[in-house]
């Protein structure tokens, strides 16, 4: 899907940002930061302008979208954003910390899902989350072919998302 938004919209690059702590996502099996940033790092290093950045990681604290691209705002002056995310938060950005403020700052993209197309919307069709994936790897069924060979391998070496 990065891929695609990349190509339609013409962009020098996409930057893959974990976050430290999502307001939105409480609960649930998690794996390490570093272990994130490795799986992230694993499944870009052959992709021609993709780049990861462990920005909010060495942050910390709650990650705010708004905190991040007023970051790379100050990084990249001049430089048009675009924030690439599942379909299923269009209906949740009224809830995201300064929207008023985010909306005026980048131009979002979303990844479709099951649900009706929002404006934004990437034209293919994902039906998968990395939600699914997790829960996937908890009850023991696979996710060859879900994921990038070497982050499913390295998944499986470290035993993480199992309960």
Not at 6 to 34: N, R, T
Not at 68 to 74: E, K, Y
Not at 107 to 131: H, N
């Amino acid at each position: 899907m990065a891929r695609d938004v990349m190509e339609s919209d013409k962009l020098d690059k996409v930057i893959f940002i974990p976050c430290a702590c999502s307001p939105h996502k409480q609960g649930g099996p998690v794996a390490s930061d570093q272990m994130r940033l490795a799986f992230l790092r694993l499944a870009v290093a052959d992709e021609p302008g993709f780049e990861v950045s462990d920005w909010e990681l060495k942050r910390g604290g709650v990650s705010y979208t708004i905190d991040t691209v007023l970051h790379f705002r100050v990084q990249m002056p001049g430089a048009e954003f675009f924030w690439l995310v599942g379909e299923d938060q269009a209906a949740r950005l009224e809830s995201w910390h300064r929207i008023g403020e985010l909306r005026e700052l980048i131009t979002f993209r979303f990844m479709q899902r099951e649900g009706a197309e929002v404006p934004g919307s990437i034209g293919r069709r994902l039906d998968l989350s990395s939600t699914e994936i997790r829960e996937r790897i908890m009850r023991g069924a696979s996710v060859r072919y879900l994921l990038p060979e070497p982050v499913r391998l390295e998944i499986l070496r470290w035993g993480v998302y199992k309960q």
